[in-house]
């Protein structure tokens, strides 16, 4: 069974462009969630999506967006990148009720220069 | 608001030795526990769980965790470890909602 899978897994930018990070959760699994991870830290909440609406948003401007498609995938999009926004980008797919577990995917790498 | 605290920030341990890792968790209601590990660039793996129940609970390579409310905390722990338990850990506190709460994670290096 695939697992949680996310694309791209690295890449570079530069400071002020755009990026989009990409989701596809576990079959079956109708909540995404998206976490920051910046070097040396634990991972931050950034959103939840569950049935295609944000259920939780974290601590973070509002360059930060993101959605969840019909199919359950998710986009995570941040405008006007700052070099602070490189980081380990992780998403967690679950059944998305109470007592659920996260199941995480292997991280995209932003790189902002 | 929930928050996690680990106070290990770096433990080296000898292989085949024990290891434990402390947890201390901050939420005011039953919280949902967790333990990840991630190896380097890599995702977060799952180790074990506590959302009720027994508060002794295995997971997956050997480990085990304490649920302790007495003292906020969910210690992980490893009789013997193996060269491959080399790793970064997680301790996480869920409020049985959405979002978790990650702890500044522990690295965990294995001598020979």
């Known amino acids: 069974d695939a697992g949680v899978t996310q694309s791209p897994t690295h890449l570079i930018k530069t400071r002020g462009q755009h990026v989009t990070l990409r989701c596809s959760p576990i079959s079956g699994h109708k909540s995404v969630s998206w976490y920051q991870q910046v070097l040396g830290q634990g991972p931050q909440f950034i959103f939840q999506?569950?049935?295609?609406?944000?259920?939780g948003r974290g601590n973070f401007p509002d360059r930060f967006s993101a959605r969840q498609f019909p199919n359950y995938s998710s986009e995570l999009n941040v405008n006007a990148l700052l070099l602070g926004d490189s980081a380990l980008y992780l998403c967690?797919?679950?059944?998305?009720?109470?007592?659920?577990?996260?199941?995480f995917g292997q991280g995209t790498r932003l790189t902002v220069v | 608001a929930q928050s996690v605290t680990q106070p290990d920030i770096h433990i080296t341990v000898s292989e085949g030795a024990s290891l434990e890792l402390r947890c201390n968790y901050s939420y005011g209601a039953t919280p949902y526990l967790f333990w990840y590990v991630q190896s380097p660039g890599q995702g977060l793996q799952l180790l074990l769980k506590?959302?009720?129940?027994?508060?002794l609970v295995q997971g997956i390579k050997g480990f085990e965790a304490e649920f302790k409310r007495s003292q906020s905390s969910f210690n992980l722990r490893k009789p013997s470890v193996h060269w491959s338990d080399a790793a970064e850990y997680f301790c996480?506190?869920?409020?049985?909602?959405?979002?978790?709460?990650f702890g500044a994670g522990t690295t965990v290096t294995v001598r020979a």
């Open positions: 506590y959302f009720s129940g027994d508060t």
């Open positions: 996480a506190v869920g409020a049985g909602d959405y979002k978790l709460s």
């Open positions: 967690a797919s679950s059944f998305g009720g109470t007592n659920t577990e996260a199941f």
């Open positions: 999506y569950y049935e295609k609406e944000e259920r």
